[in-house]
């Protein structure tokens, strides 16, 4: 399953995925490139059936294989600050960011959420606006986690963060 996030406010388009399979993969390919993603994030382990290779082959992806952490948890502020910089980097080119983890409705839908908290938007209103398009996104642990979340950078004021809760 493929979910498209639109950041409100700031024109950053993200991907939550399920991770892809050996036989899977192929339905992933046109999104991918559709959505102009330029760097994937796999967040869970590698013994997962797709091959990154033919992935990257296929659709340009620059897959990013170095933020891990464990099902049902949070990430470490080593993990939050490469995807920062990753997410930061797609969003100043224009550029959709992807991001899977076994499911999509865990540590992906984390880090997702962390960006539009980065970008502007209340704590709450993040884990809402996540939820509203990945339903059974985020775990009671996760959601803690996000709600306590201080920004590392300053919010830059956006349109959104005027209207509170209104969703």
């Not at 999104?31 to 993603?37: D, S």
């Not at 499911?103 to 209103?125: C, H, K, Q, Y």
Request: glycine share 6%; proline share 4%.
């Amino acid at each position: 399953m493929i979910t498209v996030i639109d950041a409100p406010g700031n024109k950053q388009r993200f991907l939550i995925l399920d991770a892809p399979t050996h036989d899977t993969l192929k339905n992933y390919i046109e999104p991918l490139k559709r959505e102009n993603v330029r760097h994937l994030v796999r967040v869970c382990q590698r013994h997962l059936d797709y091959d990154v290779h033919e992935l990257e082959r296929l659709t340009g992806v620059e897959v990013t294989d170095t933020i891990k952490f464990d099902d049902g948890t949070v990430p470490s502020p080593e993990d939050i600050h490469q995807w920062l910089q990753l997410s930061e980097d797609a969003q100043q080119h224009g550029q959709t960011i992807a991001v899977h983890c076994v499911s999509g409705i865990g540590r992906a839908p984390v880090l997702v959420t962390l960006s539009l908290i980065e970008g502007g938007m209340d704590n709450l209103d993040a884990i809402s606006y996540v939820r509203k398009h990945r339903r059974g996104a985020l775990n009671k642990k996760q959601v803690r986690f996000i709600d306590e979340y201080k920004p590392i950078h300053a919010r830059k004021a956006s349109a959104f963060t005027k209207f509170k809760r209104w969703f």
